[in-house]
């Protein structure tokens, strides 16, 4: 069975703080991790996949095996960052995601 | 948006009425999902679809079913509406290329059953 579970339901920071969002998976073979983000009652848009290992909007994610983690950081946080994140993940066969329980994430002025 | 849409965008309805919701793609992709979004649940799958007549259930499929009859459109129905399904639903596709593609969402659909 594959679970992502993300501990924190809501993370408050100041702007330019730095923000790091746990995410930590349960899986026995080697999953692809994502971040996506929805902001005030809009769609979910994807925000990063592991494999491509780039730098979206200021945020990085690295696939930690050994802990089984996939924690998304930005060094300093913005007010438009303010939004809820989901970590998903999607096993070696066929296309579904298992979705963490989000995190609502808020950047103070 | 990767050309997705849903309808209706907002529904109320009353216990024991039936209730579909429609999911529209323009991208030509193999695979649709329909998930549902609850505080403290995050995102669960409920079915998907892996090509045309070709459906499979999720982790929370009991009380609803799906149709796909043709590529672009997805079905999402509830026989028979109960409170505990209310929710927002949200649709997904992908593998236009591959089964490995990224998931892309429609704007979801907030249901209400009174």
């Known amino acids: 069975a594959q679970r992502v579970t993300q501990p924190e339901k809501l993370l408050s920071v100041f702007k330019g703080a730095p923000v790091e969002l746990k995410c930590n998976y349960s899986?026995?073979?080697?999953?692809?991790l994502f971040w996506y983000v929805q902001y005030s009652r809009q769609r979910l848009q994807l925000l990063l996949r592991h494999i491509s290992r780039e730098s979206i909007k200021g945020f990085t994610a690295d696939l930690n095996k050994g802990e089984t983690s996939f924690h998304l950081k930005k060094p300093f946080a913005q007010e438009e960052d303010s939004a809820m994140y989901y970590c998903?993940?999607?096993?070696?066969?066929?296309?579904?995601?298992?979705f963490g329980e989000g995190t609502q994430l808020t950047v103070n002025p | 948006d990767a050309g997705i849409t849903q309808s209706p965008r907002h529904k109320v309805t009353e216990t024991g009425t039936p209730v579909t919701l429609r999911c529209h793609q323009t991208e030509n992709h193999r695979y649709m999902y329909w998930y549902r979004q609850d505080p403290g649940h995050g995102l669960r799958l409920i079915h998907y679809s892996y090509g045309v007549k070709d459906t499979d259930k999720g982790e929370v499929s009991d009380g609803y079913s799906v149709s796909r009859s043709k590529t672009e459109d997805f079905l999402l129905t509830l026989e028979s509406a109960t409170s505990s399904q209310t929710s927002v639903y949200f649709c997904a596709i992908s593998g236009l290329v591959s089964v490995t593609d990224t998931q892309y969402f429609g704007p979801g659909t907030r249901l209400t059953v009174l």
């Open positions: 899986y026995s073979g080697s999953p692809e």
């Open positions: 998903a993940l999607k096993g070696t066969s066929g296309s579904r995601l298992t």
